[in-house]
């Protein structure tokens, strides 16, 4: 097997992967070539082929583009029968134990000054539960208000995939059952050089880099999670990023739209805050509808307003999405071609490599190409796509940043500023400043209540009702 592969590398004009094969030990050679035969060289071709050696312009095409139109929320001039509807439908969705939860969680702590996997960072204000806690606990509430097991999916990565299947196991699964919780690895791309020869990290290691959030719906289908959906009859995939704790994982009213629109992949849509907010902008195009990233959006479309003076592209992708399970199948390559339908975009990075001598290179510029797939550009290819506007303050507050914008002190804060709503709305109106940020630190489990008309009923319940000071924790 081996001989037959270095074959088939130097068939590909890759045979150099092995250059050292002398130089290793027996469990190094077993650990390359294991490596070495996880890799589609003709993928691989094709990509040096189209995003290496051509040398055209690969920039975003905007001829023709114009915003997408999205259904707006009732405060906003939306429809409210028709929320309600969707609503309901949601909830029937729920009963009849057809939604999954779906997060990505591949990425470590690192832009937080924190080691280890970017779920086990704590983010809320009293207790400093972690990530990983706070979805399972909003998980664990729709599944006890609809009378199922929400199964979770979590997509992990090579480096962060042992020490989150650790923390699970010595949290007990948060409250979960165990065999409701199904962890997979993300899949990897060997990064290359300006000539489209692969790099090797050491002299029996290739450079392999995660193949993007897109690259999810491939490993769904190769980790066997979309079968496992099928054994379990869920049809609806609820996807967010693991680094939102405030996003509403499992939201009736998105998931009735998306079925009743007979949709494959619907959306969140956010409101920009100002033009160069750095969040994708739904788009429409011909027919279809897009996604397209900040960084490729011409300034004088970014920045165009409409006779209220509001921005014409304003619709900002968050990542929030549902998708029909079939249609994960086909875009992750179960089926059909769809496998080339997902494109590959070219990153150009710093990759830590060797020399022809085995000596390592540690690079100050970019030295090698990744190449990644974005879910976003599945929109395209889906049927009957529905966007719908959510709001800022009840779904998006990342923490990707060690201070400022979208850090762990702006999301605790929208997370107090949320339960100060909840309990003003439930006639408890809270010590707030100009911003809505309540004077006391407190925190709301979402096994008390997860949304405002939960808070309401779950307070209006309580038959002694607990003094509000610091750090009262409900739940």
């Not at 796509?385 to 990342?398: G, H, K, N, Q």
């Not at 709503?421 to 309540?438: I, K, N």
């Amino acid at each position: 097997m081996q001989p037959s592969q270095i074959d088939l590398y130097r068939s590909h004009s890759q045979e150099h992967v092995f250059r050292f094969l002398e130089d290793l030990s027996p469990q190094e050679q077993a650990a390359l070539f294991e490596s070495a035969d996880a890799i589609d060289l003709e993928e691989l071709a094709e990509l040096n082929r189209t995003l290496v050696s051509d040398s055209s312009d690969h920039s975003v095409n905007t001829e023709g583009l114009g915003p997408a139109p999205f259904l707006a929320l009732p405060e906003n001039g939306g429809d409210a029968p028709r929320w309600q509807q969707a609503y309901d439908k949601g909830e029937e969705v729920l009963r009849a134990g057809r939604v999954a939860a779906f997060t990505v969680a591949g990425g470590q702590g690192t832009r937080l000054g924190y080691d280890g996997p970017k779920g086990t960072f704590p983010v809320t204000p009293v207790l400093e539960k972690p990530l990983f806690r706070v979805f399972a606990e909003k998980i664990l509430a729709s599944s006890q208000r609809y009378g199922v097991t929400i199964p979770w999916f979590i997509m992990t990565s090579e480096i962060n995939h042992e020490a989150t299947e650790t923390t699970f196991k010595e949290a007990d699964y948060f409250g979960l059952e165990p065999a409701s919780v199904h962890l997979f690895r993300q899949g990897l791309m060997p990064a290359v050089d300006a000539d489209g020869k692969i790099l090797l990290a050491g002299k029996g290691q290739i450079a392999l880099s995660p193949d993007g959030h897109g690259g999810s719906l491939r490993a769904l289908v190769r980790s066997g999670a979309v079968a496992t959906m099928e054994e379990l009859g869920i049809d609806v995939l609820s996807y967010f990023q693991v680094d939102n704790p405030l996003v509403r994982c499992i939201d009736p009213a998105f998931i009735g739209f998306h079925v009743l629109g007979d949709s494959e992949l619907s959306s969140k849509a956010l409101p920009k805050a100002y033009a160069d907010e750095k969040v994708g902008i739904f788009c429409e195009q011909g027919d279809r509808s897009v996604v397209v990233e900040y960084s490729d959006m011409p300034d004088d479309l970014m920045k165009a307003t409409d006779a209220t003076g509001e921005l014409v592209f304003r619709a900002g992708s968050i990542a929030i999405h549902l998708f029909d399970r079939e249609f994960v199948k086909r875009m992750g390559g179960g089926a059909g071609d769809g496998v080339a339908s997902l494109p590959f975009h070219r990153a150009d990075k710093k990759v830590a490599t060797i020399d022809a001598e085995g000596n390592a290179i540690a690079p100050t510029e970019p030295n090698g190409i990744k190449f990644e797939l974005f879910v976003f550009d599945a929109l395209p290819f889906a049927k009957n796509p529905v966007i719908i506007e959510t709001a800022r303050e009840d779904d998006f507050s990342p923490v990707k940043n060690a201070d400022g914008v979208d850090s762990p002190q702006s999301c605790k804060e929208d997370q107090l500023r949320q339960f100060a709503r909840w309990f003003a709305a439930a006639g408890e109106p809270l010590d707030c400043d100009e911003t809505g940020l309540p004077r006391v630190q407190l925190e709301v489990s979402p096994l008390f209540a997860d949304s405002e008309k939960a808070f309401v009923e779950a307070w209006g319940a309580l038959a002694e009702k607990p003094v509000i000071t610091e750090g009262l924790v409900l739940g």
